[in-house]
């Protein structure tokens, strides 16, 4: 409740509790943008030391990746109760180039969910992490009397 009395239906997530979601869920949509073109993409990643890592095959996902490397990635859930989370981190992706951060990255629980190959390993470098959680309801009276 505000000082007006008002209440905020959204609530925004402190840090570990954006961290504990991150850390919860498998699978994201990473938004990327090269050429004036936006796109999103599902993948699956592993959170590590404060990083979202995930794999890639040679693509239209790695090349913008390659033309801009500032990203957008989300998670969200909806529980049983209705209460709605959901998480949206910004940050710089990279693929992965030397040998110990690939074999470093080999040794993350990080599997492709699609039966292909994927060669890459990709990190995003999070320069920031936001979250926000409400009760899903009824939408307020537009013009109370």
């Given at each position: 409740?505000?000082?007006?009395?008002?209440?905020?239906?959204?609530?925004?997530?402190d840090?570990?509790?954006?961290?504990?979601l991150?850390?919860k869920?498998?699978?994201?949509?990473?938004?990327?943008?090269?050429?004036?073109?936006?796109?999103?993409?599902?993948?699956?990643?592993?959170?590590h030391?404060?990083?979202?890592?995930?794999?890639?095959?040679?693509?239209s996902?790695l090349?913008?990746l390659?033309?801009?490397?500032?990203?957008?990635?989300?998670?969200?859930?909806v529980?049983?109760?209705?209460?709605?989370r959901?998480?949206?981190?910004?940050?710089?992706?990279?693929?992965?180039?030397?040998?110990?951060?690939?074999?470093?990255a080999?040794e993350?629980?990080?599997?492709?969910?699609?039966?292909?190959?994927?060669?890459?390993?990709?990190?995003?470098?999070?320069?920031?992490?936001?979250?926000?959680?409400?009760?899903?309801?009824?939408?307020p009276?537009?013009?109370?009397?």
């Amino acid at each position: 409740m505000s000082t007006d009395g008002t209440v905020h239906p959204v609530k925004t997530l402190d840090k570990a509790a954006v961290w504990e979601l991150l850390e919860k869920h498998p699978y994201g949509r990473l938004a990327t943008e090269a050429a004036g073109l936006v796109d999103i993409f599902p993948v699956n990643y592993v959170v590590h030391q404060n990083k979202l890592y995930f794999r890639t095959a040679q693509g239209s996902k790695l090349s913008s990746l390659v033309v801009n490397d500032q990203v957008a990635f989300e998670i969200d859930e909806v529980s049983p109760e209705s209460v709605v989370r959901s998480v949206v981190v910004h940050g710089r992706a990279r693929r992965l180039e030397t040998r110990a951060e690939i074999e470093a990255a080999e040794e993350l629980p990080l599997k492709p969910w699609a039966p292909t190959l994927k060669y890459n390993f990709v990190v995003i470098d999070v320069e920031s992490a936001t979250g926000r959680e409400f009760t899903i309801g009824e939408e307020p009276e537009r013009y109370p009397v």
